[in-house]
């Protein structure tokens, strides 16, 4: 399991590639309020050979991005500051980009009402804390999704 704050030391060292060596590596924007775990967030995918954009909002996603840069997946928190929810992060960078970007929601809660909603988005859930091995499948996953 990978802790919340934790880096995932080790869960990159199995000598796997996510991503082909030539050309732009798949762009993951990671939406995640807590620093510690964006950062964790962070350096795992790059590890596992992603580009990452994260930010503790959807409109910093947006703002940290390069221009012409589109994400491939977007991974988020379900439960943002002021309110916010990870289906709403995600809506909110789908919407910026006109187009069906694959999302991930990531959650702490165990509170039936807040499971209730996030299986209502339709969107695939993780549950703290999260499995290295799931992350990384279902990652996979939503980016064979978004190219087909």
């Known amino acids: 399991m990978v802790e919340v704050g934790e880096t995932a030391k080790g869960l990159a060292d199995d000598g796997l590639r996510s991503v082909p060596v030539s050309g732009l590596a798949p762009l993951v924007a990671v939406v995640e ?3 510690i775990v964006m950062i964790g967030y962070q350096m795992l995918f790059e590890s596992w050979g992603y580009r990452v954009v994260a930010a503790g909002a959807a409109a910093d996603v947006l703002a940290g991005l390069s221009p012409g840069d589109s994400p491939d997946v977007i991974i988020a928190d379900y439960r943002l500051r002021d309110g916010q929810t990870g289906v709403s992060a995600i809506r909110a960078i789908q919407g910026a980009f006109r187009k069906s970007i694959p999302g991930i929601l990531i ?9 209730r909603e ?3 988005s339709g969107l695939p859930i993780l549950h703290k804390p999260v499995n290295g091995s799931q992350l990384r ?3 996979k996953r939503s980016l064979a999704q978004g190219e087909e």
């Open 137 to 139: 499948e279902l990652l």
């Open 118 to 120: 996030a299986a209502a």
């Open 107 to 115: 959650t702490g809660d165990t509170g039936a009402e807040r499971l």
């Open 33 to 35: 309020d807590e620093t």
